[in-house]
């Protein structure tokens, strides 16, 4: 069965580093997302992509926050200068419609961020 | 700005009972997700309710969504150890976002 991969499952990094999270969506889906968890607590909506935009962003992806799709399977999710709270699980989704059909987000593994 | 709160925020059930978690929305939408969170994993999709009315069942697990009350449902029938999980609702704001609940630890015990 299909599902979305993310790269690396941990990533341990120093406050003011650049990280890149990678994300392999589903073959055939056309939109992607990144959400994130913060331990213990609910999920959050960060950013979601269709046709290379951003179609819908949250309060959370600031300036420091950017997504691209390099190219035709992965779909990254970069922090310029990471913060202490930036500490989290980050889960990248992706489906084959976007809101208003019958389609559910899938997602991936998650990857751990700790910030020191 | 939307708020879905669920609660319980954490139940502790004995195998073969039946309760029910609640999921309350603060906002219009006529579409809500339910996921399964295990411990350190991911989310699973259990179930999509598209419509107001809207039912789906899948084995011990039923959920419901009434819109006009901003609430759905999800009930859980004679509860069996492997239900034991973190439960999220998740509202669709019709913007290719998704606005997650508070979720429901559950915990279920022989």
């Known amino acids: 069965e299909p599902e979305v991969t993310q790269t690396p499952s941990h990533q341990v990094t120093q406050m003011g580093q650049e990280v890149i999270l990678r994300c392999v969506p589903i073959?055939?889906?056309?939109?992607f997302y990144w959400y994130r968890q913060i331990l213990g607590q609910k999920v959050e909506f960060l950013v979601s992509?269709?046709?290379?935009?951003?179609?819908?962003k949250s309060e959370i992806f600031d300036d420091q926050f950017s997504v691209e799709r390099p190219d035709g399977s992965n779909f990254t999710l970069k922090i310029r200068s990471t913060k202490l709270e930036d500490s989290a699980m980050y889960f990248c989704?992706?489906?084959?419609?976007?809101?208003?059909?019958?389609?559910?987000?899938?997602f991936g593994p998650g990857t751990r961020l700790t910030v020191l | 700005e939307l708020k879905v709160e669920q609660n319980p925020l954490f139940l502790s059930m004995q195998e073969g009972k039946n309760y029910t978690i609640y999921c309350n929305y603060s906002?219009?939408?006529?579409?809500l997700y339910w996921y399964r969170q295990d411990p350190g994993k991911s989310l699973e999709s259990l179930f999509v309710?598209?419509?107001?009315?809207a039912v789906k069942q899948e084995g011990r697990l039923m959920a419901s969504l009434d819109t006009k009350a901003r609430l759905s449902t999800l009930h859980i029938t004679a509860a069996v150890h492997d239900l034991s999980a973190t439960y999220f609702c998740?509202?669709?704001?019709?913007?290719?976002?998704?606005?997650f609940g508070t979720g429901t630890r559950l915990q279920v015990f022989p």
């Open positions: 989704a992706s489906s084959v419609q976007g809101s208003g059909s019958t389609d559910t987000q899938y």
């Open positions: 073959s055939n889906h056309l939109y």
């Open positions: 992509f269709y046709n290379n935009e951003i179609s819908e």
């Open positions: 906002t219009t939408s006529d579409r």
């Open positions: 309710l598209l419509s107001n009315g």
């Open positions: 998740a509202v669709d704001m019709g913007t290719d976002k998704l606005i």
